[in-house]
């Protein structure tokens, strides 16, 4: 980096960690934008003038609202919502909902704030936002998420709409919670509209809207091993999570020829020496989607799988490494661990999943590293197919919806190496995916005035 670019950094997140004290997320995530997009910027002084960086990282609009429920005993609870509309210059906001004890205000602007470049790398119309609540529905009934969903929806609706803000799923927000919402919605509002995707299939949802993230950060990361003569094939891969995106992700991966040997949960992970099959995978989807059980419990099905408790799953020895948890799951010293154990390739499915300094590392060994504003971007670019369909009043197929999907993980990659190819060839995925994202919705708000 050199001195300009340096100075330019440091001063610009010095001011934004200043107004934005405590957000510590937030500060992460803008701070890699900021440092691959700085050259550029510095590159084009128009962008300086009009002051789109600042612009960029200061939402348009943040909601944020109580949600009062009761549970089954008859109790009163209060929980926090939250909607972060960052950024509409390419299109209505679009994002997710995640209900999570950790959520605050600072991931929902990381996520928003990510979101907006994931969008514009799909190449369609969206722009960014995320919501959610600090409600988390694990262990409670049916009955308590739905009067929740609902209550959240009360006070969200007036801010949503199919040509404002499309919300869709997250961590904690599946097809019973987004069914809630749509429904409380649509009694609200009195019509019917496209305006949440993750639905079910009988009422407006895609084919393949589950299985697109996890299958599109399997085509991405086909891309990129493509760049190194590889595939698949033979390929030992090791996977966190054990939700919607690592399901997918294992079984796409299983399907290419790989041997998957992990899952893991917020407690532990387990480790199958013989790899998933298809046997295997759907009953991890039942235990996850159905019986919303614990990813220890695989081992009680499957003996010669062991679990782990209060661990990760990055010390096991593998070719290829796919995080589809949470935010920063893969620290310095997983990093080293995947490093020493000859991983060559990371592919994130979850948001922000790897540490700046665990980022490093893999760049520094000139390991294929994806960020997962673009690997994991399968889910929202499906997401944006579904409004599609909603807005045509039509129903693609399955294979019409894989076709769609695969050519935008491809187009997406290419942008990568176009953007984020260094002298020495090695490909940058974090400074063109960044690079790629920004010069869209940069030009879009220039265009649009300052408003």
Known sequence: MDKQVKNYVEKFMAELIAKNPG????????????????????????????????????????????????????????????????????????????????????????????????????????????????????????????????????????????????????????????????????????????????????WGGSLLRPEA??????????????????????????????????????????????????????????????????????????????IRGRIKEYVKQYPNAKYFEGERPWGVKCDIAMPCATQNEIELKDAEKLVANGCYCVTEGANMPTTPDAIALFQKNKMLYSPGKASNAGGVSTSGLEMSQNSMRLKWTAEEVDEKLHRIMSDIHAACVKYGTEEDGYINYVKGANIAGFIKVANAMCEQGLV
Not at 98 to 121: G, P, Y
Not at 260 to 285: C, H, L, Q, R, W
């Open 23 to 202: 957000e510590k997320e937030f500060h992460q995530a803008v701070s890699e934008v900021v440092e691959s997009v700085a050259p550029y910027i510095l590159q084009n002084p128009y962008l300086l003038d009009q002051k789109i960086m600042e612009r960029m990282v200061e939402p348009e609009r943040v909601i944020m609202f109580r949600v009062p429920w009761m549970d089954d005993k008859g109790e009163i609870h209060v929980n926090r919502g939250f909607r972060v509309q960052m950024n509409s210059a390419i299109g209505p906001y679009k994002g997710g909902v995640r209900f999570h004890s950790s959520v605050n205000l600072s991931i929902m602007k990381f996520l928003a704030f990510e979101q907006t470049f994931k969008n514009s790398l799909t190449t369609l119309p969206m722009g960014g936002a995320k919501g959610g609540s600090d409600f988390s529905p694990r262990g409670k009934s049916d009955a308590e998420v739905m009067r929740f969903c609902q209550s959240f929806i009360n006070e969200l609706y007036r801010h949503i709409g199919p040509d404002t803000d499309v919300p869709a799923g997250d961590i904690g927000v599946g097809g019973r919670e987004v069914g809630f919402m749509f429904g409380q919605y649509k009694k609200l509002k009195n019509e019917w509209t496209g305006t949440y995707t993750g639905k079910g299939q009988c």
């Open 213 to 290: 993230t996890g299958y599109g950060a399997c085509y991405f990361a086909q891309d990129m091993l493509a760049t190194r003569g590889k595939s698949f094939q033979g390929q030992t891969v090791v996977i966190s999570g054990s939700g919607n995106v690592a399901q997918y992700a294992a079984e796409k991966a299983m399907r290419l020829g790989a041997k998957v040997v992990t899952f893991s949960d917020s407690n532990g992970y387990i480790y199958d020496p013989e790899g998933m099959t298809e046997e295997k995978i759907a009953y991890v989807k039942n235990l996850k989607n159905v």
